[in-house]
Each structure stands twice: as C-alpha cells, then as structure tokens.
Nanobody, 121 residues
Framework: QVQLVESGGGLVQAGGSLRLSCAAS????????MGWFRQAPGKEREFVAQ????????YYADSVKGRFTISRDNAKNMVYLQMNSLKPEDAAVYYC??????????????WGQGTQVTVSS
C-alpha cells in the first residue's frame, strides 16, 4: 500500500510560480514511476508529468512542456512539480500519482487527495 500527500497548492497570478510537493509512504513507494495529473471543473483528469524511479526520462504533457519540471528525491520519498509561467488554464486540482502504467488516469495505482491550484489573470 502507498499513501500520497500533496502540498504546495494555492493562489498565484498568471506568470507566477508554484512548487507542489508529494510525500509518499509505503514500503515500495520509491520504486514506482510517479507523476502528476490535474483536473479542472467539468473536465476529465489529465496527465501532466511523470518520472521514473531513477529520476531519468521525465515526460510531460505538451501543454506544460518547457514550463513545468518534475523531480524526485527517493531518499526522502518526495516528488515535486515546479510550475513556472503559470496560465489561467493551468488552474485545477493537482493529484500526485504513483505506479503509473501509462499516461491514462485509468492505469494509475495510487492517488493522493489533491491540492488546489488557482491562477488569477
């Protein structure tokens, strides 16, 4: 079993930055592909970014490429999402995810409870 707890969401102006953190616990949490998804009101949950257990080969949705950076610290069982140049369309509830089998939300093994990101224009 893996537990995920997100933090770092909040209100930011367009063009600003936020850093989301995800604390993972569970015996094998460090070994999974981990990532972030987001869900805006009335929309489906969508893939944002993922990172392998080694921290190599991060992969991003086209909509955030070049603005967001995913990283992880396995010694601390932490995953981060640095979000720069935020746009109003980035506003959503952001979910930490563990044991990703693809970029589909239907193949995620574990979810956090989510953290709200609001971007004012």
């Amino acid at each position: 079993q893996v537990q995920l707890v997100e933090s770092g969401g909040g209100l930011v102006q367009a063009g600003g930055s936020l850093r989301l953190s995800c604390a993972a616990s569970g015996r094998t949490a460090w070994s999974f592909v981990m990532g972030w998804f987001r869900q805006a009101p009335g929309k489906e949950r969508e893939f944002v970014a993922q990172i392998s257990w080694s921290g190599s080969n991060p992969y991003y949705a086209d909509s955030v490429k070049g603005r967001f950076t995913i990283s992880r610290d396995n010694a601390k069982n932490m995953v981060y999402l640095q979000m720069n140049s935020l746009k109003p369309e980035d506003a959503a509830v952001y979910y930490c995810a563990s044991d990703l089998r693809s970029t589909s939300s239907r193949t995620v093994g574990y979810w956090g409870q989510g953290t709200q990101v609001t971007v004012s224009s």
